[in-house]
């Protein structure tokens, strides 16, 4: 009883823990994870790597000031799009046309998984050809005749 009570406790504790709202520097790092950097390195911005880029630190900036300003995810990915365009988001979003670029991989693979399958099928269902139907055993004459000929040839 007193280890349910513990185990109890502690996945309460776990729970609470995680469903805590992130600290200002893990949100900014996830939001900025959402963005690319516009330098042409295509990195996702919090992961630009060159020294010294210009994109990326003007970049940060504005998603600084956006969350200063209080402005929600949404809001602050709309206006990156609105001055970078939507080249700007890590991953497209999922309305209107963009949803073909969530839609098209798993098509692409069922169609291929289709064909593969319709191949299969096809293959199994060829006839094969029947194997060659032997005349029966060979008489002593015609025996003796290609032990001779296999004699000419081999000259054993």
């Known amino acids: 009883m007193r280890a349910l009570r513990w185990l109890c406790g502690f996945f309460l504790a776990a729970a609470i823990s995680l469903s805590a709202a992130p600290d200002a520097d893990t949100h900014f790092n996830q939001l900025g994870h959402r963005l690319m950097c516009t330098c042409g390195c295509s990195q996702v911005l919090m992961e630009c790597n060159h020294v010294g880029c210009q994109s990326s630190e003007h970049m940060r900036g504005e998603l600084l000031a956006a ?17 970078y365009g939507p080249v700007v988001l890590a991953a497209p979003g999922k309305t209107g046309f963009d949803r073909v670029a969530w839609v098209m991989p798993y098509a692409v693979l069922l169609l291929g998984l289709m064909a593969a399958g319709a191949v299969v099928r096809l293959w199994k269902s060829r006839s094969t050809a029947a194997p060659a139907v032997s005349a029966g055993p060979l008489s002593p004459a015609e025996l003796d005749r290609l032990r001779r000929r296999i004699h000419e040839e081999t000259g054993i």
């Open 67 to 83: 969350m200063n300003r209080g402005d929600s995810d949404d809001q602050a990915l709309a206006w990156f799009v609105s001055q």
